[in-house]
Nanobody
Framework: QVQLVESGGGLVQAGGSLRLSCAAS????????MGWFRQAPGKEREFVAA????????PYADSVKGRFTISRDNAKNTVYLQMNSLKPEDTAVYYC???????????????????WGQGTQVTVSS
């Protein structure tokens, strides 16, 4: 069982930056692939970024590529999402997700993740 707690959301002006954190419980964090997803009002949840256990594989959604960076600190059981050059269309609830991964796999669809955090609101004003 893994519990995930996101933090770092808030209100920021367009062009600004935020860093989201996701703290995970459990002693086997390093064996989990981690992902960030977001859901805007009236829209389906969408993939943002993911990272494998070593940090060597980090796919991004096209909409955030070059602006967002995912990273992890296995010693702290934490995954991060650094968000720069934020746009109003980035406004959403951001969710952290985790799932057991073998052979360094990383997942980009929400159905592949078993564990989810409660979400943190990010609002970007224009």
């Amino acid at each position: 069982q893994v519990q995930l707690v996101e933090s770092g959301g808030g209100l920021v002006q367009a062009g600004g930056s935020l860093r989201l954190s996701c703290a995970a419980s459990g002693r086997t964090f390093s064996s989990y692939a981690m992902g960030w997803f977001r859901q805007a009002p009236g829209k389906e949840r969408e993939f943002v970024a993911a990272i494998n256990w070593s940090g060597g594989n980090t796919p991004y959604a096209d909409s955030v590529k070059g602006r967002f960076t995912i990273s992890r600190d296995n010693a702290k059981n934490t995954v991060y999402l650094q968000m720069n050059s934020l746009k109003p269309e980035d406004t959403a609830v951001y969710y952290c997700a985790a799932d057991k991964s073998i052979l360094g796999a990383v997942f980009i669809t929400d159905s592949e993740y078993e564990y989810w955090g409660q979400g943190t609101q990010v609002t970007v004003s224009s």
